[in-house]
């Protein structure tokens, strides 16, 4: 399987790309429904002394978007108030500033080649970055302006036949218009943790829209690399029995990870959606329910 080499070899090969994987899952189906590969902390590419403690990437954005990823984890990094927003991670070194309308330009470039294709995109703000909320939330404003049309800022997740070929943007405490997420909580102390009976408990909040996400924590005394081993080894095991044996086939949601392979991206890339009735994207009841963020059954929603 050589999996864990994976996680150490910076250099994509073509015949791990994986552009188009979207393609031939059905327009009515949400967006949420979706099982979807991503990376934490996804532009985290330090090399040089603080590489082990802190890099969480070996790939390029770009790559990234080759080899299957479809969710992306930003953090604002402006050490003084600017014009733009600047992204990179939360680690709060000095490094490249990369312009966030620059990774937008970059994301649509991609979309525009790969129509069938979509990204989610979560954007943190750190509070010291910004004197008020107002501040990050006015320079969103104008940087999102600039591309409307190909952005998704809806409360709900859309369907595949209104994602295609646009970047969904995610609901964060400062950034407010956007789509709702919550936690899978599917890792409990960065463990897998009775991860099937958690499906059933938001296969609902899936289908009724919600996107859902999945990570480990980040560990103060273990280098990420070291962490990544382990929990992207529990992912693949688990990903491997998944789609021959769960009935909930697919409910995954984001699954948002340091250092993944192409292979585990392609594993998850494979399963496929959460189904959600009879194709008409609201669920099981065809209706409405309440939405749970701990991973917990509500009543009337199981």
Known sequence: MCFQENYILSDLLRDSYNREWMKSIPEETPLSAIAIPGTHESLTLYKGIFASYLQSQVWNLKDQLNVGVRYFDLHSRNWIPKKTIYVGDSHWLIGKEIPLGEVLRDILDFLENHRNETVILKVTFHK???????????????????????????????????????????????????????????????????????????????????????????????????????????????????????????????????????????????????????????????????????????????
């Open 128 to 302: 010291l970055v910004f004197h008020n909320n107002k501040d990050a939330e006015d320079l969103m404003k104008t940087i999102i302006d600039k591309f409307r049309s190909k952005i998704w800022t809806n409360t709900l997740a859309p369907k595949m036949k209104d994602a295609r070929g646009k970047i969904v943007f995610l609901k964060t405490d400062v950034f407010r218009a956007g789509t709702e997420s919550h936690d899978s909580h599917f890792f409990e102390h960065n463990r897998l943790t009775n991860v099937e009976k958690k499906i059933k408990n938001i296969k609902s909040n899936l289908c009724e829209r919600h996107i859902m996400v999945t990570g480990a924590s980040a560990s103060t005394t273990e280098k990420p690399i070291k962490l990544a081993q382990k929990v992207n080894e529990q992912l693949y095991n688990f990903l491997k029995q998944h789609r021959t044996s769960s009935e909930n086939h697919g409910c995954l949601g984001v699954i948002s990870m340091d250092f993944p392979s192409a292979e585990v991206i392609k594993i998850i890339t494979e399963l496929k959606p959460c189904k959600c009735g009879h194709g008409d994207g609201t669920g099981q009841s065809g209706k409405e329910g309440p939405l749970r963020t701990d991973g917990q059954p509500d009543a009337g929603l199981v």
